[in-house]
């Protein structure tokens, strides 16, 4: 039927986006417009045909947090899978790299780009044959995330999956997947200051609305935690009346063993991981021959299933290195960290001798390659703190290996040969690629480069040495690519570390053809 492409459900889709000047206002309001948020979504559920209910048969195992959501969620999908190789394991998250059929996933797999406007449109069709509204206020059609977040509830369901890895959008008390009332299992990650203008300014207020997915009679667990956002997590356990609250801290079991993904404080996801989809599975076990004993109750020793599940692991554009395949000289290595503690294990990763510091461990900082940095941020966010968390990392690293005495001074103190600033708009004419659109920007900021300009500026305060002929603003994610295909590499290549920003690190799979080596899954 013409009209309902996939391409036609990614226009629709990006109609359903807030604009800058709507995400204002719920900043103003310092989120207090959240307490509609699930009447609304359980309303919205109810007008395609669900019960809340309903969504218990998709055995959620429900993951919030700051920082590692995304990997956790990663790991227990891969742990699961392999686990229970004969499930059909459904998995949610968000953002999306390059397409955003990336969300949904079935075994591993986005859903096709079929299914994807087959279930589209069937939620888009029941929502305007069905608009009955309680409070004439909410809006007909839900808002980009909601939308999606009901599109993989009826695909889950239509499709009956065994279990569910449901990963939190924002917060967790008021997110639109909080809407599950009894899920299997709840997990929260690291706790971390982000979205501030909605969750809260301290770690407690923080913790409060991250607690809010614990449910009564289901176990819930957390990484370990700083005390004041731990205690505020407990705190909401009791509220919610859960069966229990664990405290998992990185497991020594698996030390010696290379996770899938990498980063040391990836230790700490899957041992979150592992905990949860043990659990999970002692509640929800998987089908086993009648010889077969049954799982111990302790997560160790580590069985040959799970241990190849944290090892085959995939979750592209966190902490992740790929060889260009068009252009022999180049490496990539990206990281869509974009909160200043994540930063901090960016850098620890980026500055490792084994990955984007190979001189490190040699005798000599002498530079072999050409490093350049592509960053950006969000407008409003502290660049200037990201940058320093960043160099900060490296001197770390290199105070380990002193500078040789030729060794330029600016690359001693700030390590990069190039600083490329750029904004997320994926093509040179100022167009974004359909599933990378974004409307809920700042169109004054983004023609006048001022978060570019701000940064260029702030890098040239912290190494005043480093010279501003290398570092460039420029306006699109296609014009630093090009501005990388410019550069001459050294004898061993070009290092290229893209950060900041998810939507930077998708664009730049995007435009740099890296789609086929950096989005293969697990």
């Known amino acids: 039927m013409s009209g309902r492409t996939y391409q036609d459900a990614i226009e629709k889709l990006n109609t ?86 990336e969300r949904i996933r079935l075994n591993g797999v986005p859903i096709s780009e079929e299914d994807f406007a087959k279930y589209f449109f069937e939620v888009w069709d029941r929502l305007e044959s069905n608009d009955v509204r309680a409070n004439p206020a909410t809006s007909p059609m839900p808002m980009y995330f909601r939308y999606l977040t009901l599109m993989a509830f009826h695909y889950f369901s239509s499709v009956k999956v065994d279990a569910t890895i449901l990963e939190v959008g924002v917060g967790g008390t008021y997110d639109s997947t909080n809407i599950v009332p009894k899920p299997v299992v709840t997990g929260i990650t690291s706790l971390g200051l982000d979205h501030t203008a909605v969750l809260g300014k301290t770690l407690g207020e923080i913790a409060w609305q991250k607690g809010g997915i614990c449910k009564e009679g289901v176990p819930a667990f957390s990484s370990d935690q700083l005390e004041e956002g731990l205690s505020m997590l407990k705190q909401r356990a009791r509220e919610c009346k859960a069966s229990s609250f664990t405290v998992i801290p990185p497991m020594a079991e698996l030390s010696g063993i290379e996770l899938g993904l990498s980063g040391t404080h990836q230790v700490q996801n899957a041992s979150l991981a592992i905990h949860m989809t043990h659990q999970f599975l002692l509640l929800k076990p998987p089908p086993r021959p009648e010889e077969e004993l049954p799982p111990s109750i302790y997560p160790t020793p580590l069985s040959e299933a799970v241990i190849a599940g944290v090892k085959g692991t995939r979750w592209p554009g966190r902490c992740q290195t790929v ?30 001798p084994e990955v984007g510091f190979p ?164």
């Open 16 to 101: 359903l986006q807030s604009n800058a000047a709507a995400l204002e206002v719920l900043r103003a309001s310092g989120g207090r417009s959240s307490e509609f948020a699930i009447p609304e979504m359980i309303e919205y559920l109810g007008r395609i045909g669900y019960k809340p209910e309903d969504l218990n048969q998709l055995n959620v195992m429900h993951i919030t947090g700051t920082k590692g959501k995304g990997s956790t969620s990663a790991f227990a999908d891969s742990i699961l899978r392999k686990v229970a190789p004969s499930w059909k394991v459904g998995l949610y998250t968000s953002p999306h790299l390059v397409a955003v059929r």
């Open 323 to 352: 060889h260009d395949p068009k252009r022999a000289d180049v490496t990539w290595f990206l990281d869509g960290a974009h909160t200043t503690e994540s930063l901090k294990y960016t850098a620890e990763w980026f500055f490792a």
């Open 359 to 522: 001189e490190a461990g040699k005798g000599t900082t002498q530079s072999k390659h050409t490093r350049i940095l592509i960053f950006n941020c969000t407008h409003g966010r502290s660049g200037g703190k990201f940058l320093k968390t960043i160099l900060e990392g490296y001197r770390l690293q290199s105070a380990l290996y002193p500078a040789s005495d030729d060794q330029p001074v600016h690359l001693s103190e700030g390590f990069f040969d190039h600083l490329i600033f750029c904004t997320n708009v994926t093509y040179s004419d100022g167009n974004f690629k359909g599933d990378l659109t974004v409307i809920a920007l700042d169109h004054d900021d983004i023609s006048r480069l001022g978060t570019q300009n701000e940064l260029a500026q702030e890098w040239s305060n912290l190494v005043p040495s480093f010279p501003k002929s290398n570092i460039h603003v420029l306006p699109s994610i296609e014009h630093a690519i090009s501005q990388i295909e410019k550069t001459q590499g050294g004898a061993t290549g070009v290092n290229v570390l893209v950060a900041g920003s998810l939507h930077l690190v998708g664009g730049v799979i995007e435009v740099a053809g890296l789609a086929d080596v950096a989005l293969t899954s697990g």
